[in-house]
């Protein structure tokens, strides 16, 4: 009965029209937006690990997901950190909670993982913890846009995300990140170790990743794009008038 549905991605839009019976006229893509100010505001990324107990100079790699179920890909990040560990003794910051966190837990401590990966549980101060890490990750199996991505692209950081649902329409492989498949530790290990091994290449996706947040998905262009939704739907329904 709605006059415009608004989906956050093509993949979105495309999975509402083909399963949920909606004409595609009635659908229209209105990426999310994240508060870069606010990502800006942050306290300092050192002062915060010294807070988590991180070892000085340890590489940290952050997921912020719900703990619910497997398909934000924790298992997968605990396979390619495990078989990383010998070259680059890495840390996990997993932000989020959820009645699979003790199982997750498990998972973790029986890959030898148990004083590297922190479980933060759920977590107000995101934008802080991100200045903590030196890579996101985000290998989910499915996926829409994820509003934890885009904030850590804001805040700079180079991601690694899984090509799946509407990730590859916010990461461009090789420029605003690293794009992987799905289900596939080695392959997100591969990932890790190059931004690892090359410095300049993690700073130059990070530095572009914020730049392309910057420019399409601040909540100014949010609020703009929405506005003038409002506007086009009381011009059709009313002409103008109300």
Known sequence: FTDLSLAVSRGVRDYLVSQGGLHPAKVRV???G???????????GDEVRRELGLPEGA?????VGRLDHW?????ELFEAMASLRERHPVHALIVGGGRRMDE??????????????????PRRD????????DIFVLPSHSEGVSLALLEAMAAGKPVIAT?????????????TGLLIPPRDSAALAAALARLLTDPALARRLGANARADVQEHYSLDRLGREINEIYGELMEQKFGGGG
């Open 30 to 32: 209105v990426a999310n």
């Open 34 to 44: 994240v508060d870069v100010a606010a990502i800006d505001a942050a306290r300092p």
């Open 59 to 63: 590489p940290v790699i952050g997921l």
């Open 71 to 75: 398909g934000k890909g924790h298992k």
């Open 104 to 121: 997750m837990r498990q998972s973790a401590e029986s890959l030898g993982l148990a004083g590297a990966v922190h479980f933060l549980g």
């Open 126 to 133: 995101v934008p802080d913890l991100l200045n903590a890490m």
């Open 163 to 175: 090509a799946v649902g509407g990730l590859p329409e916010v990461v461009t492989d090789g420029e």
